[in-house]
């Protein structure tokens, strides 16, 4: 035992000097991440002359920002001597794709500047497709999409470009945030751990999904079914609506405010229950096992 109780104290006493060694490292610096990076990245100015109405990036480390522009279109890349980027216009497709061959001991350290930036006109497009390893994604309200897919393993995910047909957003680790959207089919989202956020939605069917994080929906209306899961992590509804309404959670309250009657079948196991005794309007399902529920209609 006492072995085992100075190691744990060599430990601690290690990540606290280390803590202290970066501080000081950083404080040196002016508080500049930039300047700490333990590897040189360079921006490089990709230019687009041909037109496309569909988007695909692959990209490994890179954070993604949609910027709108009115004087011609541009991706702003950040490489290094192992990290490459290719941008071209393919049957009306603008593909970026990333080379990185680092190799695993490359990857440790501390990388800043990593950066994709689009400046594009901010009209309609098609599709946009997005598969990441690690970086955020930005995409302003300025930019209209019939279809988004976004895929990533770790790093937030912010759009409130207005999207008209559908939406898939999947992310391992990292926060969602969504508005703006008017889908006339259907939209899905998906985390591990984070946050999910979701304001001013319409769509067919809304799938939401959240193992550790919570749920907070606004004005999010399905004209079928909305269905929201979390196993750890309470849901709040502000304004929200739908046909048919399933809401689920293991550790976590469900709360807020519907905008129609519905016949509710509401349990937990742990935790008190309110909700409005109407005998009218669409199936609302609501469990949780550790947690309260309260609902109400909004008037």
């Known amino acids: 035992m006492k072995v085992i109780k100075y190691l744990l104290i060599a430990a601690v006493s290690l990540i606290i000097v280390g803590l202290i060694i970066f501080l000081v490292v950083f404080g040196l610096n002016n508080c500049e991440f930039s300047k700490i990076s333990t590897q040189k990245f360079e921006e490089k100015t990709f230019d687009i002359t041909e037109e496309f109405t569909n988007l695909s990036v692959q990209t490994y480390t890179d954070s993604i920002e949609f910027v709108p522009s009115t004087d011609g279109m541009?991706?702003?890349?950040?490489?290094?001597?192992?990290?490459?980027?290719?941008v071209s216009v393919e049957n009306g497709e603008l593909v970026?794709?990333?080379?990185?061959?680092?190799?695993?001991?490359?990857?440790?350290?501390?990388f800043i500047g990593q950066k994709l930036t689009f400046y594009i006109p901010a009209k309609e497009y098609s599709r946009l497709k997005i598969e990441s390893n690690t970086g955020s994604v930005v995409i302003p309200r300025d930019f209209t999409f019939e279809s988004v897919n976004i895929k990533g393993n770790t790093g937030s995910i912010e759009s409130s470009a207005k999207i008209t047909k559908d939406i898939t957003v999947k992310e391992n680790t990292g926060s969602i945030s969504i508005s703006n959207v008017s889908a006339s089919g259907d939209v899905e989202f998906?985390?591990?751990?984070?946050?999910?956020?979701?304001?001013?939605?319409?769509?067919?069917?809304?799938?939401?999904?959240?193992?550790?994080?919570?749920?907070n929906?606004?004005?999010?209306?399905?004209?079928?079914?909305?269905?929201?899961?979390?196993?750890t992590g309470g849901?709040?509804?502000?304004?929200?609506?739908?046909?048919?309404?399933?809401?689920?959670?293991?550790?976590?309250?469900?709360?807020?405010?519907?905008l129609s009657e519905k016949i509710f079948i509401a349990k937990s196991s742990t935790g008190t229950v309110d909700v409005p005794h109407s005998t009218t309007g669409g199936r609302c399902e609501i469990t949780t096992s550790t947690g309260s529920i309260s609902i109400k209609i909004k008037e």
């Open 74 to 86: 541009k991706v702003v890349a950040h490489e290094s001597e192992k990290v490459k980027h290719t």
């Open 96 to 110: 970026i794709t990333t080379q990185d061959n680092r190799n695993w001991i490359d990857k440790i350290g501390i």
């Open 190 to 215: 998906v985390t591990n751990t984070g946050s999910i956020r979701i304001k001013d939605l319409t769509a067919k069917n809304c799938t939401i999904e959240n193992n550790t994080g919570s749920v």
């Open 217 to 231: 929906l606004t004005n999010v209306i399905a004209n079928q079914k909305l269905s929201v899961e979390t196993s």
């Open 235 to 258: 849901i709040n509804f502000d304004g929200c609506d739908g046909s048919e309404i399933y809401a689920k959670a293991s550790t976590g309250s469900i709360r807020g405010t519907l």
